[in-house]
């Protein structure tokens, strides 16, 4: 396996890590350092980059990686039965095929192909996907990353959708998928969040009345204590107990007066709120609204940039929450958007069909059966 050092693409593939160790099979996990304690609790092996330097700024690392990654695959990759990458590791196909061994790709956000990459230019503001707004640009870095990583094409679209391996697995449903028609049955597979077996800590609910609101957004917005003051602000003695986790930037002396019904957390056990909590405030981020979708928990969205608005359009237009925009929102917008969708009874409704199906999917379980069934199949060929 390998992956880039990003939480939301390595966070949901640990699990698979587990599940295949588990079943008996050997694991190389190929990561960042910063990864290696996760890696290893699954009981995989973990592999550090070949050259990367624990001198490197933070943003150098987020360069650095996609290279040292190749590098550490391309060494000792034909040694394995196959390899399994994470989209955003977009050379995964064509180095298993220099390698001569099977590729398995998983999708921590939709599934991609030229309409939804589109979608995220159009919509993400000026983040990673904004290359995909401008088609000149985009062409010129693919051909640069094509020589560099030995891809079959010099369109990053094309390579994704056109050199994709036999089977790819993305952690939602198909149901939540954008332009779901697009991907074949028999190469794409929907298999839910990636919950499984996680262990979470044990969390007092015990001060704490329903409704219960929880509100927790990704690092870009986990800086600002203006944002929390909003939430405080918004639900400051309403009938509503407001579960926030803060983050390790922002401290909770920053954000003034805390109300009683109010609790205030650097971090929290997610999926053990998720499934008391009436409506869930988010960021937007794939593997927070796949555990929402999990639980049956409808949201509001409060996106910032990438893939968020995009997943943020897709919860309002499929009734399964808001879309509210960062740069217009004040405590009387939050509040009464809460107020609205705790008290129409068709966001619950409408959740409930993504809430069966995700719970049915299988996650990562059903992807390490699925591999295997490969496997086999491939070696009964040969």
């Keep these: 396996m390998v992956n880039l050092p990003f939480s939301g693409h390595t966070n949901p593939t640990l699990g698979l890590a587990k599940v ?4 008996g099979h050997h694991v190389s996990y190929i990561n960042a350092p910063d990864w290696k304690e996760k890696i290893e609790r699954t009981g995989a092996t973990f592999i550090p980059y070949d050259d990367y330097p624990e001198t490197l700024s933070p943003s150098q690392k987020e360069i650095k990686s996609w290279s040292a990654a190749y590098q550490t695959v391309q060494r000792i990759g034909a040694n394995f039965d196959c390899l399994i990458y994470e989209m955003l590791f977009l050379p995964g196909k064509a180095l298993a095929d220099q390698l001569g061994i ?47 990583f030995g891809l079959r094409y010099g369109d990053i679209a094309k390579e994704m959708v056109n050199n994709a391996p036999n089977l790819n697995f993305t952690y939602t449903v198909r149901d939540f998928q954008i332009y779901p028609n697009e991907f074949p049955d028999a190469n794409y597979k929907y298999v839910g969040p990636a919950i499984g077996d996680r262990v979470e800590q044990d969390f007092d609910f015990s001060k704490m009345t329903k409704p219960i609101i929880y509100i927790s957004l990704g690092t870009l917005l986990n800086t600002s204590a203006a944002f929390f003051r909003k939430c405080i602000n918004a639900f400051r003695d309403e009938p509503v107990s407001v579960i926030i986790s803060i983050g390790k930037t922002v401290k909770k002396e920053q954000l003034g007066e805390i109300p009683d019904n109010i609790f205030i957390y650097p971090f929290v056990p997610q999926l053990k709120i998720l499934k008391r909590a009436s409506l869930f405030i988010t960021h937007g981020g794939m593997n927070s609204v796949n555990e929402a979708l999990y639980y049956g928990t409808p949201m509001l969205v409060i996106p910032v940039g990438n893939d968020q608005p995009r997943v943020a359009q897709q919860i309002e237009d499929l009734h399964l929450g808001k879309y509210l925009k960062r740069k217009t929102l004040t405590p009387s917008i939050l509040k009464d958007n809460a107020k609205m969708i705790l008290q129409d009874t068709s966001y619950e409704e409408n959740i409930i069909p993504f809430q069966q199906k995700s719970q049915a999917a299988g996650g990562n379980a059903a992807i390490a059966e699925m591999v295997l069934s490969e496997l086999c199949h491939i070696e009964e060929k040969a």
């Excluded at 030229?114 to 401008?134: H, N, Q, S």
């Design 102 to 148: 099977p590729a398995f790709r998983l999708f921590s956000t939709f599934t991609l192909n030229e309409k939804v990459l589109w979608d995220f230019g159009r919509t993400g503001g000026w983040y990673m996907t904004a290359i995909f707004r401008y088609p000149r640009l985009c062409r010129l870095f693919s051909k640069v990353i094509q020589k560099k």
């Design 20 to 23: 295949l160790v588990d079943l």
